[in-house]
């Protein structure tokens, strides 16, 4: 992994470096593998619209001043963990999944979970590699503009332990 590797909070200029990047790492990861529902109102649109919402939630995964891959971490959960293309295979997966690990616990919590559509193997197995335990299936709810979608998902979980200083 790249040593100008760095993380830190989003602002709102990055929402749309990161919107390009959960455009096509969702577009890879959930497609074919999720209701046709969701399909319908994940548009290209509105990954750029979310990611100018969820800026407070975001950190970015910055490799020689381009944004590389970013996390959203809400609480306990692990939203969201996309990487770009031309950075897949480089460890910048691994160490955005440290960091929302270290989020989570900085947040006070001793467990982390984080949603998978069963047909992404590949989420799947990266996950499981980095510690993650499938605690089995649950309906996901997915917001769209008329509400909740339901989503089939696995729920994977991740002892934290409180490191000490």
Not at 8 to 34: E, F, N
Request: some cysteine.
């Amino acid at each position: 992994m790249s040593s100008s590797l760095v993380f830190r909070p989003a602002t709102p200029a990055d929402a749309d470096a990161v919107a390009k990047i959960w455009y096509h790492g969702w577009q890879d990861g959930h497609l074919g593998h999720v209701p046709d529902s969701l399909v319908r109102v994940r548009t290209r649109q509105s990954f750029w619209t979310r990611a100018a919402q969820r800026v407070a939630d975001t950190t970015v995964a910055v490799v020689h001043g381009e944004v590389a891959g970013f996390v959203m971490v809400v609480g306990e959960e692990v939203e969201q963990v996309y990487v770009s293309s031309d950075h897949r295979g480089s460890g910048v997966a691994g160490a955005l999944l440290t960091e929302a690990e270290r989020l989570v616990r900085d947040g006070g919590h001793s467990r982390a979970w984080l949603a998978v559509a069963p047909g992404n193997a590949r989420a799947r197995r990266f996950y499981e590699r980095c510690g993650w335990a499938d605690d089995g299936l649950f309906d996901n709810r997915a917001f769209g503009p008329n509400g909740p979608i339901s989503v089939p998902c696995h729920r994977y979980v991740k002892a934290l332990p409180h490191l000490e200083d």
